[in-house]
């Protein structure tokens, strides 16, 4: 029933495969993860390794920092995760300034990863700031939080046990209400998994959830898969991505980064499939997951799009007055080093 309700919910007819038309540079070190209001909004690593979130004109002109006043702790990792559509709301991943120490906590800690952080709504400029919620000092890692089109319900993911390489992670989805001039978080609701989950947001209409996931899917770590689920978080999880290579093997079939395409009822994704020595590139698929479409091949060394090794496809931002037109984020380490693209299709 719910793989009909994705078919419902998708246009009369699939929309056609799209194609690159142009791509260009846009910022390096940014990964940008929204636009709205007239501006992008990215994240980006100082010299010590720290993230802040950032925003810049379309034209990559006028670059602040939106997460650098008073209002979060010095000296810990902030992103900006999500904007609201009017550009008056941010949702912003920060850590917490007292945990426990790990190897490697100043990278496990960055938007993304996001041990020890915390969610947190605040104004496009940071100038205010209010915590949703409250990890401990000993755990819980909080990833990829994501407003729904009306700016009224948000999904994101946890960490609720600890494990090697990813452990076992639950994924929200919440009400964003107004008590007393204060944001809070309500009718929350939970799906659970032995295995990663990796929440990236809601289908155009709201209905549904797009993440990634292994345990749920039934692949190996090392081969997430996207799936959907009703966004009331109902009935079972569905997978969407391609069965055209294996996914038994490691990065064999690995899919990342999912978000509907404006317009076009088709699902942008990233997958190790075609692309060159552990990189990602970008595909496309109808809502349903039929018809995937390789779209860039940033990765090729002979590609004319080629544009170094690893290109990892990342997150990205469509251009809210034109939805052929979006930013990326493309990973050229496996450590947390980006650049940005703006990629326009035929």
Same mark, same amino acid.
């Not at 029933?1 to 994705?6: E, F, P």
């Not at 997958?271 to 039929?290: I, K």
């Given at each position: 029933?719910?793989? @009909?309700?994705?078919? +419902? !919910?998708?246009? =009369?007819? &699939? ?6 038309? $142009?791509?260009?540079?846009? #910022? ?76 490697? @906590?100043?990278?496990? +800690? !960055?938007?993304? =990863?996001? &041990? ?6 605040? $104004?496009?400029?940071?100038? #205010? ?76 209409? @709201? ?140």
């Amino acid at each position: 029933m719910l793989v @009909g309700a994705l078919a +419902a !919910a998708a246009p =009369a007819s &699939a929309a056609q495969a799209p194609a690159v038309a $142009t791509i260009a540079a846009w #910022r390096n070190g940014a990964a940008p993860m929204a636009w709205a209001a007239g501006h992008i909004y990215y994240n980006q690593k100082g010299p010590t390794g720290v993230f802040s979130g950032w925003a810049a004109d379309p034209d990559g002109g006028h670059p602040r920092c939106v997460t650098c006043g008073g209002v979060y702790p010095a000296r810990t990792q902030h992103g900006i995760s999500d904007v609201t559509r009017d550009g008056k709301y941010a949702l912003a991943t920060i850590e917490r300034a007292n945990h426990i120490p790990i190897p490697g @906590g100043k990278e496990l +800690a !960055a938007p993304g =990863a996001g &041990a020890f952080n915390d969610l947190w709504l605040q $104004t496009p400029d940071g100038s #205010r700031a209010w915590q949703l919620t409250r990890g401990s000092e000993s755990g819980n890692a909080l990833i990829w939080a994501r407003f729904d089109r009306t700016g009224k319900r948000v999904v994101w993911s946890t960490q609720w046990r600890f494990g090697v390489p990813f452990g076992a992670w639950l994924l929200h989805v919440a009400d964003l209400r107004w008590t007393r001039g204060s944001p809070v978080l309500a009718n929350e609701k939970t799906l659970k998994s032995s295995g990663l989950i990796e929440a990236y947001g809601f289908t155009l209409d @709201g209905s549904h959830v797009l993440f990634a996931a292994d345990a749920l899917a039934g692949a190996k770590w090392s081969d997430l898969q996207i799936m959907t689920m009703r966004a009331n978080l109902t009935g079972l999880p569905v997978r969407l991505s391609p069965r055209d290579a294996s996914d038994h093997g490691y990065f064999t079939n690995y899919n990342e980064f999912a978000y509907a395409m404006p317009e076009s009822g088709r699902i942008i994704f990233a997958r190790s499939v075609g692309a060159f020595y552990e990189s990602l590139e970008y595909w496309t698929m109808n809502a349903d997951g039929s018809d995937p479409k390789q779209l860039t091949s940033l990765s090729q060394p002979l590609s004319k799009q080629y544009h170094g090794h690893p290109s990892l496809a990342g997150s990205i931002a469509f251009d809210p007055h034109n939805p052929r037109r979006f930013v990326a984020a493309i990973e050229t380490s496996y450590h947390g080093d980006y650049k940005a693209l703006m990629i326009t299709l035929e």
